[in-house]
């Protein structure tokens, strides 16, 4: 599935092939979801179409949650990894892209103070020492940029989208 995403020119293949993805989750290992499909996933934001980006976004933030145990290598995955794409992602110039990152926001930030949580969990448990309250601070400012970004448009029809995809949503 994942090459099919990669190599597929037809939108509509590359659309199905991310949901399939969204599926296939419950199937997965977590190293399968963080090494090979999360990655994945993550370059579909960068596809031309905007539909697939909004996908992705979606896909992202679905295959996250059926993550039960993080290695210690990937706890700074959302900071180094998840945040910066989604940052990106709620500048771009399409607006479907902007109300899909309004859609999976708290879903995000919850999946990403999960993740800190097991890390700290890990922490107790002789993993390397991590300091909550730094990195949840770090997770605020990071939803309030992105935030910030997305309420900043100049359009008053696309306030009112992204504003009615955030109420939904949280």
Known sequence: ICSSLRGATDVNSRMCALKLLRHVKRFATDQTIL??????????????VAFVRAEALRAIADILTAVQEIPQSDFGLF???????????????????????????????RSSVEFLQYAVAMEANGGDPVSFDSEI????????????????SKSSEDDEAVWIALLISS
């Not at 900071?79 to 926001?105: F, G, K, M, Q």
């Not at 601070?137 to 900043?152: C, D, P, Y």
């Open 35 to 48: 090494q090979v499909i999360l990655p994945y996933c993550v370059t579909a934001l960068q596809d031309p």
């Open 79 to 109: 900071p180094e990894y998840i945040w910066p794409a989604v940052s990106n992602a709620a500048t771009d110039s399409e607006r479907l892209v902007r109300v899909a990152v309004a859609s999976v926001i708290a879903q995000l930030a």
């Open 137 to 152: 601070a770090l997770i605020r400012n990071t939803v309030q940029s992105v935030m910030f970004a997305l309420l900043g």
